[in-house]
């Protein structure tokens, strides 16, 4: 591959490192050319590391855009890869007249760039923020960065995220703590906590807080030493607080430093308390020098750290914290050695210079791949998102998931009703679910259009959705996109209009559908449905399994106690439904038998919550009840430690039966004691049989035909591979 790289050439710290290392690593197996827009100490750096490096700088910007032209041309690249503000710039150019694909590394927020400068923050901190508008293809440098640029409204598709990669192999220098301290006049203890930073002293990298929190830990363990390597327009002002705080005496500035790598050597702990970072390339070199990383909460700080596992990690401003964590480190000799090698296992692992090759040749790849489509291959999914019901969420989940098994590269685009937030979590395309003048112009360009299980199908909450949903299968079809329905419940659908719309659009304008349900097969069978190829499968939620990482998550959040036995009561407001105390009594008697504790758990937040804390009311044994909302993968982490989940919402069902914990229906909805009949349970009560004994019988009963539902889950879980074979199916056709 023949790749040109245009940086600006002012570059320092972490980007310059980045640049450099990954120009250097890339050149091994590929063809490179750097081109610097700025002759100095960058340049001559990386043509010290063997680099091939052209420079371009003249007084006149439109003599540097034909020279940039010239060496294109000479050199013709397979892409162009931008670092930095007047790259940028440039690469605009290229792009613009001469076709090329570009790309762009995003190696700090530029809305926090020149903050220190209002002139610089208004021009040319503007022109970059245009520039990555309309550069197609970034690079960030941080998964989380990356997240928060996508929420920005950069393009899911386009997004890519890589690490800063370190050279694990380079040799350290063999100065000791003793040497170096001389060097800068400082007084040496061998018994002393060396703590340091090296970084600009500006506002954004927030040393005052590093300061504060020195001090804090110094006043209760006098101990230790704070090195600061750096320089900036915030020196005085630090110095200052240092005196202030009557740690003036142990609190060292060193200037900037060139040999880094000197500096960490003779720290213990590596520092950052940055506002904003993307990825604190100065963690890795302070681990690979055998420091510590304590960091503030930004950019990739909690990729590199495992808290109190490979490190600390406080939020931003936090002094108090920050003290409390460097006074236990100096205090505890075992901890440092414990954490010390934990994190630069963890980062050698992780973080090396070929990790970073071959991942940055990966995204050029699928760069280009991007750059020369030019058929239609996006897929849109459609369903009742962005609500807040974790049942339809965990649809969301799974369907993404399948997709993305199919294909990583997939270009998927979401229909939910918080298209903002929705985008950076899921990291999709989204659009706001009524929007649909958008979704013309969207399914114009789409190859298949996917109706996402859950009961879009049905007139029992209202006529109205039910015409919007068949409404975008007419739309898709129309449009040119293949159409599935995929692991859907149908019906109950009522009104006799109702019933004949929906059924003639489905016959004529879905190509496949599976649905989650014999009694879902049968509605369709009974509207008059077909022609499309119906294949019974089952909820694409019944495979989420418990992840371990995420099990005890919600506990912490809500301050339950993990080792605690539970029974999870999600319920939902209905019409009639008022046996909430019948239900009270029967979690006492679960209680006093068996001590289990009851927690309810609203799964759609905050619709489901008055009925949760009205029930909760009535309970004279101990509860905890759910406030909060949560990702689907600790949901489902959290039934699978429930001893029994008693619910009226299906998805509560299903997430406890896919971990094999026993269940116990209150069927408001065909849909609920259809799936209790499809996991062969009998623990299940129609709204209207609720009563005090009704249901303990039921929660008895969950208990005794265990092995048999277990065994029916599992062909369930077996079933519902057919959604991604029929998926499958369509996208190869």
Not at 241 to 257: P, T
Not at 329 to 334: M, T
Not at 605 to 616: C, G, I, M, Q
Not at 711 to 722: D, Q, Y
């Amino acid at each position: 591959m023949k790749i040109m790289h245009l940086a600006g050439g002012g570059d320092i710290g972490g980007a310059k490192t980045h640049i450099i290392s990954l120009a250097k690593e890339l050149s091994r197996t590929n063809t490179l050319k750097l081109v610097s827009f700025r002759y100095g100490d960058f340049a001559e750096s990386a043509k010290a590391e063997g680099i091939d490096v052209t420079e371009i700088k003249s007084a006149f910007l439109l003599k540097d855009i034909h020279a940039l032209f010239i060496e294109y041309d000479k050199f013709k690249p397979d892409i162009v890869h931008c670092h930095g503000a007047k790259a940028n710039m440039m690469g605009l150019f290229l792009k613009r007249h001469r076709n090329a694909c570009v790309t762009t590394t995003i190696h700090s927020d530029y809305r926090k760039d020149y903050m220190h400068n209002l002139f610089k923050q208004a021009t040319i901190g503007l022109f970059n923020t245009l520039a990555l508008r309309i550069i197609k293809f970034h690079i960030a440098v941080t998964e989380q960065f990356a997240r928060t640029l996508i929420s920005r409204g950069f393009e899911a598709y386009n997004m890519f995220s890589i690490y800063n990669g370190i050279d694990f192999e380079k040799e350290m220098p063999k100065i000791s703590r003793q040497e170096y301290f001389e060097q800068y006049g400082i007084p040496y203890n061998p018994d002393e906590l060396i703590i340091g930073i090296a970084a600009r002293l500006t506002k954004i990298k927030d040393i005052p807080t590093l300061i504060k929190g020195f001090a804090k830990a110094h006043a209760d363990n006098s101990n230790m030493r704070l090195l600061i390597g750096g320089d900036g327009e915030e020196k005085q002002k630090l110095t200052d607080l240092a005196n202030q705080l009557g740690v003036s005496e142990k609190v060292h500035f060193l200037g900037w430093i060139d040999d880094v790598d000197s500096f960490f050597s003779v720290i213990d702990i590596d520092v950052i308390s940055s506002l904003s970072e993307t990825f604190p390339y100065s963690l890795t070199e302070g681990i690979r020098a055998g420091a510590i990383p304590v960091s503030s909460n930004v950019g990739g700080a909690s990729s590199l750290i495992d808290q109190k596992v490979t490190g600390y990690i406080f939020e931003p401003k936090d002094y108090e914290t920050l003290g409390n964590y460097l006074y236990q480190l100096s205090k505890d000799k075992n901890k440092r050695i414990t954490m010390q090698k934990a994190s630069y296992e963890h980062t050698k692992a992780n973080f090396s210079l070929k990790a970073m090759k071959n991942k940055q040749e990966d995204i050029y790849s699928l760069i280009l791949k991007h750059f020369n489509e030019k058929e239609r291959n996006k897929v849109v999914i459609c369903g009742a998102y962005g609500r807040g019901n974790a049942g339809d969420e965990a649809i969301k989940y799974t369907t993404l998931s399948s997709m993305r098994n199919i294909d990583p590269d997939m270009d998927i685009c979401v229909m939910t009703l918080r298209p903002k937030k929705e985008r950076a979590i899921d990291r999709v395309q989204t659009i706001y679910t009524f929007n649909v003048i958008k979704l013309f112009f969207l399914l114009r360009k789409s190859k298949i259009f996917v109706s996402g299980g859950g009961s879009l199908i049905q007139d029992v909450t209202s006529s109205r959705s039910l015409f919007f949903y068949t409404f975008t299968l007419y739309l898709a079809k129309k449009l040119g996109c293949k159409v599935i329905m995929f692991g859907c419940g149908i019906g109950p659908v009522s009104r006799p209009f109702n019933r004949k719309l929906s059924g003639k659009i489905i016959d004529n304008y879905v190509d496949v559908i599976t649905v989650r349900d014999h009694m879902s097969e049968k509605e369709l069978q009974s509207l008059g449905v077909t022609k499309p190829q119906i294949t019974v499968s089952a909820d694409p939620a019944i495979n989420l399994t418990a992840d371990k990482s995420n099990t005890h998550k919600i506990f912490i959040s809500e301050d339950i106690p993990a080792d605690g036995k539970y029974i999870c009561l999600a319920l939902r407001s209905w019409k009639n439904f008022n046996r909430n105390e019948a239900v009270a009594k029967a979690c006492e008697h679960m209680y006093n038998k068996y001590g289990f504790t009851t927690i309810f758990f609203p799964m759609e937040y905050p619709k489901d919550l008055s009925v949760s804390e009205k029930t909760a009311e009535l309970l004279d044994t101990p509860y905890y009840l759910i406030r909060n909302k949560y990702p689907t993968e600790q949901v489902v982490a959290f039934m699978s430690k429930m001893e029994q989940v008693v619910a009226m919402r299906l998805h509560a069902l299903i997430f406890a039966a896919a971990n094999y914990v026993p269940v116990v229906g209150i069927s408001y909805d065909v849909k609920v004691s259809g799936f209790m009949n499809y996991i062969e349970s009998s623990a299940c009560l129609e709204l209207s049989d609720v009563t005090e004994h009704s249901v303990i019988n039921a929660m008895e009963e969950s208990f005794k035909h265990r092995e048999r539902v277990i065994k029916a889950t599992n062909t369930l879980k077996e079933k519902e591979a057919v959604n991604k074979q029929q998926f499958i199916k369509l996208l190869e056709n």
